[in-house]
């Protein structure tokens, strides 16, 4: 989806949303300023903070900070460590700045100026504006969500969710009291105050930071604003009643679970599913996906030097595995005077005779070895020669040993370093595209190692159950599940053995002057956001285009990763599937689309129509009830919904590209949810790689998960039910009248206020807002209302057909005193 829609934000703003990465290698110096005399002249005299602005200085260490404080330069509180220095910001008049160069201080660019200044202030200027006005009339209060549940050791928690109309003002204060249970006064189980939820400059809605531990169940809470607003509401009990259940439904039948034992590598886990296929013919096969990956391999390097000016390194033209391991170079002093550099190769050895001048010292510069070393035909062929990080290379290298280059690369040598072939496993009865598909896969991110466990469990739950258990007979029977057990199988494989940190694929699309081997851990492309709907190509939100070592580097094109082709092509191969999970760790997230937005504006992808919206919570509940039966994890509902409303946008994911190209439910689990301390009253997270006792305990429970997804699927597969609406007058005033829908499943409403019949032209009932329930349509007149619903499985009510010509629609008459 490349569009017109490209952001044209500054440069600057990219850069600040690049992670900082410590990988500094060595400790490159710079030449630092030396004459110390005052140079700020009195600001007051230039003006009207005429051409001021917060300048970027780049000093070599501390004592550089040390003589901008001496000549008495105004320092922003903000030391940042970069490639060749430190950073600070001082504000700076261009007199000032100038001096400073004229010193040798490295005065980079503004990261504002006046211009930003009148844009600040008149933003402030309308921000009070927006808030007189809104401070003007008592505030409208909107209660989003209002519910209790419980997680793990039967801990009952409060959630709450409301938007004030006052919401953009940043004074208002929400405070929400709760009852202890029917009958009790409210503020009898609680009060606090709530957090104003703000995102991308944007304000959501408020809500508490952390679920509120309570002692009872509250039945009403009443939430109530400094500006004014107040409103009373029923709290509802959020999914069912925690079990301890080790993976289904207790007593119902003899069911086998648990067939995970440790953390495992790709290799391993494909191993698994070549396995279960070979046992399972009758009810699998595997599918090799087309695009091989880059493999686990890496080129071979070695740095010579330390001091950014004086430093090189080289780079094996071949990988490590096939002959760049092999190679060795030597920097030798030539101990006599007047020696010229040269190069020479002697099967994979290559020796540089560095220079020297009259006195026998040397004299060859880290650019001149470079160049020697590029120019020898016989050396070029095995390897390439680089300054450090595009430095000129001034600096005079030192001398050598005999040095083996080395790709670094540690995993044992059952690990293959050729591509590798991603292998998705195919369950069902009937594996003839007539089934509805659901694609399961795991691990785009590579050190997200409870994930592949996920898969693994779901798969072997499904084929050693068929036997004996009828839910998982229905499901396979029914059903064609596509499995994808590890999406990034290179990074997943380095996240084990090398790196356990590594999020993205081993792909390097670093220029050289990116690409020492103090970056090795810095490379590769984020798969999940490689993907073409709402990327960073596009103009959206939450990945990086331009610094491939960010950890949501895109890629250099989208879809230019085997991996994310490989995704795309299964679910263009088998358009059977309609849904889809994208399973992640950690936080415990139960999520879809929209999950990406443009930073102008906050503009999100297109939101789900209100039926659609409604079949996800649903499923929702019976889903994350799954999840917490296996030890009573509950999902919590303020990290339950579309990614942009409960964790951030994530430009050019998969679970965006499945449902805006092929209308496929793509869901994502973020297993690892937080865990509650009851003698701290702390929740903690349990990140990437917790100890495998926990790890498996995660996988557990979101294989529940995968199971209640599956039987989510079948029971849209098998819907004939048809779903049955009403007519709901919601507010009669003299001269309007507002009504809405009810429906009896989630389903759409079509309906027209003009006499025609209703098709799927035709107004379409909306939702009143993010995470609020459905509008109210208010008319003026008498007016007769024509409508009709379907489900999300087609099912149409009354079996009316749009496009057809009978008048076996809704039909009602709305009076307007
Ligand atoms: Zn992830």
Redesign the pocket.
């Known amino acids: 989806m490349r569009s017109t829609g490209r952001s044209h934000r500054p440069r600057r703003f990219l850069a600040l949303l690049a992670l900082p990465l410590a990988l500094a290698v060595g400790a490159p110096g710079l030449a630092s300023p030396t004459t110390d005399t005052a140079v700020a002249p009195d600001r007051s005299s230039t003006g009207e903070q005429n051409g001021v602005g917060l300048m970027r200085i780049v000093v070599a260490d501390k004592s550089g900070i040390d003589r901008l404080n001496q000549l008495g330069v105004d320092l922003a509180e903000y030391v940042k460590p970069v490639d060749n220095g430190i950073e600070v910001h001082a504000i700076l008049s261009p007199e000032e700045s100038q001096a400073l160069r004229d010193k040798g201080f490295d005065v980079q660019d503004a990261i504002s100026d006046q211009s930003d200044y009148a844009r600040n202030m008149a933003e402030r200027s309308a921000a009070i504006r927006a808030a007189t006005a809104a401070t003007t009339a008592t505030d409208t209060l909107t209660v989003l969500r209002a519910e209790w549940f419980t997680s793990l050791d039967n801990q009952l928690f409060l959630n709450i969710e409301v938007k004030s109309s006052a919401g953009t003002d940043s004074t208002t204060v929400l405070t929400a009291s709760w009852d202890s249970g029917p009958g009790t006064a409210i503020g009898s189980g609680g009060t606090a105050t709530m957090s104003r939820f703000t995102d991308a400059g944007q304000y959501m809605y408020h809500r508490f930071s952390n679920p509120v531990p309570v002692t009872a169940a509250p039945a009403r809470a009443t939430i109530t604003s400094n500006k004014g607003g107040s409103a009373t509401v029923d709290v509802a009990k959020w999914l069912g009643s925690p079990r301890k259940d080790p993976g289904k439904h207790p007593g119902k039948h003899p069911y086998v679970s648990d067939f995970v034992d440790h953390y495992m590598d790709p290799t391993e886990v494909t191993a698994r599913f070549t396995g279960l296929a070979a046992e399972f013919p009758k009810l699998t096969e595997l599918i090799d996906l087309p695009y091989k990956t880059n493999g686990y391999r890496r080129n071979a390097q070695a740095q010579f030097g330390t001091a950014a000016a004086s430093t090189l390194y080289v780079t094996s033209t071949a990988y490590g595995s096939e002959g760049g391991n092999d190679i060795t170079m030597a920097l030798i002093d030539p101990g006599t005077a007047n020696a010229p550099l040269t190069v020479s190769v002697s099967g994979t050895a290559v020796t540089v005779r560095l220079a020297t001048n009259g006195s026998g010292a040397i004299t060859s510069t880290a650019a001149q070895v470079v160049a020697a070393v590029n120019g020898n035909a016989d050396a070029a062929e095995l390897l390439t020669a680089n300054t450090y990080r595009g430095n000129a290379g001034a600096g005079v290298v030192a001398a050598a040993p005999v040095t083996q280059l080395t790709d670094n690369l540690k995993a044992p040598a059952s690990v293959s370093r050729e591509p590798f072939q991603m292998k998705v496993l195919r369950i069902g009865k009937h594996r003839d595209g007539s089934k509805v598909g659901v694609f399961l896969y795991c691990q785009?991110?590579a050190r997200?190692w409870v994930?592949p466990l996920v898969c693994v469990e779901s798969a072997e739950r499904l084929l050693r159950n068929y036997a004996k258990d009828p839910d998982t007979r229905k499901i396979v029977d029914d059903l064609d599940i596509f499995i994808l057990p590890v999406v990034n199988p290179d990074g997943a494989h380095y996240s084990m053995y090398d790196y356990n940190m590594q999020?993205r694929n081993l792909t390097n699309y670093c220029p050289a002057s990116n690409a020492d081997p103090g970056r090795r851990n810095a490379w590769g492309v984020d798969i999940?956001r490689n993907f073409s709907v709402g990327s960073v190509f596009d103009g959206y939100v939450g990945a990086s285009a331009t610094n491939c070592v960010s950890d949501t580097f895109a890629g250099p094109s989208e879809m230019s990763e085997p991996e994310a082709r490989n995704e795309v092509w299964l679910v263009d191969t088998f358009p059977n599937i309609k849904l889809s999970m994208n399973t992640?760790?950690y936080g415990g997230y139960f999520m879809w689309p929209p999950g990406a937005y443009k930073a102008e504006g906050r503009e999100v992808l297109p939101r789900v129509d209100q039926g659609t919206e409604a079949y996800f919570w649903t499923s929702s509940d019976y889903i994350l009830s799954r999840v917490q039966e296996y030890r009573g994890t509950a999902i919590w509902p303020g990290r339950t919904g579309p990614v942009t409303d409960v964790l951030y946008s994530a430009a050019g994911n998969s679970a965006d590209e499945h449902w805006y190209n092929r209308g496929i439910i793509g869901w994502d689990f973020?297993v690892g949810a937080d865990i509650y301390n009851p003698a701290t009253g702390r929740f903690s997270a349990v990140g990437f790689q917790p100890p495998f006792a926990e790890g498996h305990e995660e996988a557990m429970e979101f294989a529940n998960g995968n199971i209640a997804i599956l039987e989510v699927a079948r029971a849209y597969a098998t819907d004939k039910i048809q779903p049955r609406t009403s007519l709901e007058v919601v507010k009669q005033e003299p001269g309007a009248t507002a009504f809405t829908f009810s429906t009896s499943e989630p389903a759409n409403v079509y309906y027209t206020l003009d006499g025609s019949r209703p098709t799927y032209g035709s107004a379409k009932l909306a939702l009143a807002g993010m995470r609020e329930g459905v509008q109210s349509i208010t008319v003026n007149r008498d007016t007769t209302v024509n409508w009709f619903s379907i489900d999300i499985a087609g099912n149409v009510e009354g079996n009316y057909k749009p496009d057809g010509q009978g008048s076996n629609y809704n039909k009602q008459r709305v009076a307007v005193q």
């Open positions: 785009e991110h997200e994930t999020r999940n992640h760790s973020e």
